[in-house]
């Protein structure tokens, strides 16, 4: 009882309220390579948007909506720590019928195999052979799992005709262990768009790189393509790395991509 009653006085303390829900937006915005870029995205003025970091304050009620659609979470952010909120690992990879295919042995990714924070991507356009499409994941544990967030690049959306809007553009993905490597599970929101992504450690180059390739859910089609090799160089929190990276996304032609990543995508074998 004394429990509870602790818990409801400091759900009624306003100065817990902001800096609970300040140190949770902290952790849902460090999936940003910038505060600019993410405020940007949100259309909230970077100067309130620090307001809210810090604890000074908390958003209006239409504020708070945006805020918790954008992060997919909901308004208790306000009330409880972030890791309160997230989902047990009791989750479909544990259930028994699985056991001994997914589980812990597949979600059980080491930092050494595959360490958090950011990468840069670059593969061959699925829709145009002549560009490649280049830009950031971040690489994040929750739970003892593993999971992959990004956006596409707003030039990529835009030559499909599809929505440039954040929610559009956001994918998201889990990351299993594989005998020589990892693999990741990638969607956009609703499982509109799925692909499936095999890396493996390349050590020749340099110890932080990872080749692989990425196919797509899509139907046959005469045009465009549903596989490419895909690069990943892993940047960690490095800020300038990240925030050279973040203006490069997009869309570029060949002579824009570096040399040991064209070398690592392997051109001349390429598949469909």
């Known amino acids: 009882m004394a429990t509870r009653r602790s818990k409801a006085k400091a759900q009624s303390d306003p100065a817990k309220i ?51 659609d954008f992060f997919q979470v909901d308004a208790r952010i306000l009330l409880e ?6 989902p047990t690992s009791s989750d479909l990879l544990n259930q028994p019928y699985l056991q001994g295919y997914f589980g812990t042995d597949a979600t059980d990714v ?3 195999l595959f360490p958090s924070g950011f990468y840069k991507f670059v593969r061959r356009s699925f829709i145009d052979d002549l560009q490649f499409a280049t830009g950031l994941v971040y690489i994040t544990r929750q739970n003892a799992h593993t999971f992959l967030r990004g956006f596409e690049p707003r030039e990529a959306m835009r030559t499909q005709g599809l929505s440039m809007a954040p929610s559009n553009r956001e994918f998201r993905g889990l990351v299993l262990r594989q005998e020589e490597g990892v693999m990741a599970v990638v969607t956009h929101r609703a499982s509109l ?42 940047l960690g929190k490095e800020t300038g790395a990240i925030l050279r990276a973040a203006r490069q996304s997009g869309l570029v032609t ?5 040399p040991f990543h064209l070398r690592l995508l392997r051109l001349t074998e390429e598949f469909r």
């Open 18 to 68: 902001r800096s609970i829900f300040g140190e949770n937006l902290r952790k849902l915005s460090e999936a940003y390579p910038s505060v600019v870029s993410l405020c940007r995205d949100l259309k909230i003025n970077r100067t309130q948007f620090n307001r809210y970091l810090s604890g000074e304050s908390f958003p209006r009620p239409d504020v708070l909506y945006q805020l918790c």
């Open 81 to 86: 720590p972030l890791e309160d909120l997230q």
């Open 110 to 112: 080491s930092e050494t």
């Open 193 to 234: 768009a799925c692909s499936f992504n095999f890396l493996t450690p390349e050590t020749s180059f340099q110890s932080n790189l990872w080749e692989g390739y990425a196919t797509r859910t899509v139907r046959e089609k005469l045009s465009g393509r549903r596989a490419a090799r895909m690069v990943y160089e892993y």
């Open 254 to 258: 060949q002579d824009q991509v570096a």
